[in-house]
């Protein structure tokens, strides 16, 4: 299985400053397509998993441009460009070529 | 706007089946596909099987041999069945669709 490695695994972080995690693969996430299949999902204390960024840096529908996601082959980052109180919660990467996908350990956003 | 709706019974002897059902209100399923993914209370997320646009169906090899999933384009549904449970299964099962949209998770427990 590939291996999604995030660091760190606990963010204290400053209201209004910003914040980044990093994820690594095992193997390059580059498909034959020529797109890279790394996700990005925010889960806050007591809900559902919610899809963040696809594909490296595309934001998905009504995600704050405070969000944004980089990197290419097998390291990529998620940034917040300010935080904010509504930002703590659980942020996990994932890979979505290899069957079975998976999912980093989660890196724990803290105020 | 598309949401999921899921629900099944959330406490099981071991060796009974898990079974959960998902549906989709306000919209259709048809352009997505089907996934399933659990989470052990406090702990992280494993994809457990989907369901992709031409209707094959791939798996957790972890999970292959219990599990199987369905999906009803006519209903807007999703179906997961995962056999011979263990204390190891508890978890809060989601259904999503293409990870995008997810449900709102059924936690089951499985306890003698």
């Known amino acids: 299985d590939v291996v999604m490695t995030q660091s760190p695994l606990s963010l204290p972080v400053t209201l209004g400053q910003p914040a980044a995690i990093s994820c690594r693969s095992s193997?390059?996430?580059?498909?034959?397509?020529?797109?890279?299949?790394l996700n990005w999902f925010q889960q806050r204390p007591g809900q559902s998993p919610r899809r963040l960024i696809y594909?490296?840096?595309n934001r998905d529908s009504g995600v704050p441009d405070r969000f944004s996601g980089s990197g290419s082959g097998t390291d990529f980052t998620l940034k917040i460009s300010r935080v904010e109180a509504e930002d703590v919660g659980i942020y996990y990467c994932?890979?979505?070529?290899?069957?079975?996908?998976?999912f980093g350990q989660g890196t724990k956003l803290e105020i | 706007q598309v949401q999921v709706q899921q629900w099944g019974a959330g406490l099981l002897k071991p060796s009974e089946t898990l079974s959960l059902t998902c549906a989709v209100s306000?919209?259709?399923?048809?352009?997505?596909?089907w996934t399933w993914i659990r989470q052990p209370p406090g702990k992280g997320l494993e994809w457990i099987a989907e369901?992709?646009?031409?209707?094959?169906?791939n798996y957790n090899p972890s999970l292959k041999s219990r599990v199987t999933m369905s999906a009803d384009t006519s209903k807007n549904q999703s179906s997961l069945k995962l056999t011979s449970v263990t204390a190891a299964d508890t978890a809060v099962y989601y259904c999503?669709?293409?990870?995008?949209?997810w449900g709102q998770g059924t936690l089951v427990t499985v306890s003698s």
């Open positions: 369901i992709t646009h031409s209707g094959s169906t």
């Open positions: 306000g919209g259709s399923s048809s352009s997505y596909y």
């Open positions: 594909k490296v840096s």
């Open positions: 193997q390059s996430l580059v498909y034959s397509d020529g797109d890279t299949y």
């Open positions: 994932m890979q979505g070529i290899y069957r079975p996908y998976t």
């Open positions: 999503a669709l293409e990870f995008y949209v």
